[in-house]
Nanobody, 121 residues
């Protein structure tokens, strides 16, 4: 069983940047970020395969968010630039033992506890 622990959330202003981290207790092939705003369903944000050579992003964050990973540290990152108020949500790290990034939250086995990101206007 792999444990995932997110960090780096906080309160920022629109236009600011923030970097989230997710530390895994073991190796996970494919990792992703999801987010869930109050009253909304959990949605895919970004995903990355084990080598880092394949990434996938939600249309709403393309060009502003970047997923990366350091396999030596078993850590996943999400660099978020030009943040907008609609990015306010709890951000979750997820992982699965498959080679392909999936946008479906039901495809992921491991989940972190989430970290709150709040973007003020």
């Amino acid at each position: 069983q792999v444990q995932l622990v997110e960090s780096g959330g906080g309160l920022v202003q629109a236009g600011d940047s923030l970097r989230l981290s997710c530390a895994a207790s073991g190796r996970v092939f494919t990792m992703a970020w999801f987010r869930q705003a109050p009253g909304k369903e959990r949605e895919f944000v970004a995903g990355i395969n084990y080598s880092g050579g394949s990434t996938n992003y939600a249309d709403s964050v393309k060009g502003r968010f970047t997923a990366s990973r350091d396999n030596a540290k078993n850590t996943l990152y999400l660099q978020m630039n030009s943040l907008k108020p609609e990015a306010t949500a709890v951000y979750y790290c997820a992982g699965r033992h498959a080679v392909v990034v999936s946008k479906g939250h039901y495809d992921y086995t491991y989940w972190g506890q989430g970290t709150q990101v709040t973007v003020s206007a």
